[in-house]
């Protein structure tokens, strides 16, 4: 009880701001309502129809978990309508980049530890590389990979790559780093080499930096996958989603799309902890 209490706080806080705003944002199109119809309302009229609007601007709670109830448990997988077929289709995308831009920073990390040229010429562009705005490099690289004919997951996925290898970089380069220097001459003292000291020193002890940076690594892929389908003009995913619930005013649906994509990082990550909890205890590191 001592953990769940603290959590049921926070939810119950969350939904009592929620409902309040939503009385606040849409109360003003319920009182235009009611005034081009000579009534009036008394406070809980007033309250019960900001919840219950058709496209308010602030969906109520309960409006957005019956929008998931019906797309995600009364639909279909395979269909179209169906929030889980759209949550599949920006999965792949988001564990394919999640998988390329991992081993892109893996190999960028041990270069820049091995390699003091790497360390002073690459690391600084690694780092500029994240301050170039997602939302314009998207574009960018959509239109040259379909330039050269690669279309479909791959765009995404490379998007995704971009977003997810520089936390990789970050926490291996710094868990690669962390065996100290008594450490270090131990092994040389035993005439390891460097294959040996990277494989039983520094790699074992990058492992909790590795797996704390591939849970950032993949809610960023997350984020690669859902901005690569927005100028795609893709029809499937949860970008898809979100941009057509913007085009057509679609509250509802836009929030049970952004939901569904924080269920699925929830996930994606609870999985890397798993896997890491797993690892950890076999390696006798938990």
Known sequence: MRNVIPVLTVVLAILVIWYGAAVMLNRQWVLDQAARQDRVLTTSELIAETWAQEKPKLPAPHQVAAELWDTVAMKKPTSKRSLVYHAW?????????????????????????????????????????????????????IVVLNAIGISGLLPKAM??????????????????????????????????TRAQEFWRLRLPASMPYLFASMKIAMAASLVGAIVGELPTGAVAGLGARLLAGSYYGQTIQIWSALLMAAALAAVLVGLIG????????????A
Request: aromatic share 8%; hydrophobic share 55%.
């Open 89 to 141: 289709v920006t999965m792949s995308a988001t564990v394919l980049g999640f998988g390329l831009g991992t081993l892109l920073g893996f190999a960028l990390a041990v270069g820049i530890v091995y390699n003091q040229v790497m360390d002073r010429s690459v690391m600084p562009w690694v780092i500029a590389s994240q301050t170039i705005p997602i939302l314009a490099i998207a574009p960018m690289i």
């Open 159 to 192: 998007i995704s790559m971009y977003l997810s290898f520089f936390p990789v970089v970050v926490g291996m380069v710094k868990g690669l780093r962390s065996p100290d220097a008594m450490q270090l001459d131990q092994m040389r003292t035993w005439s390891a």
């Open 274 to 285: 798993l896997i890491q909890r797993i690892t950890l205890k076999r390696m006798g590191m």
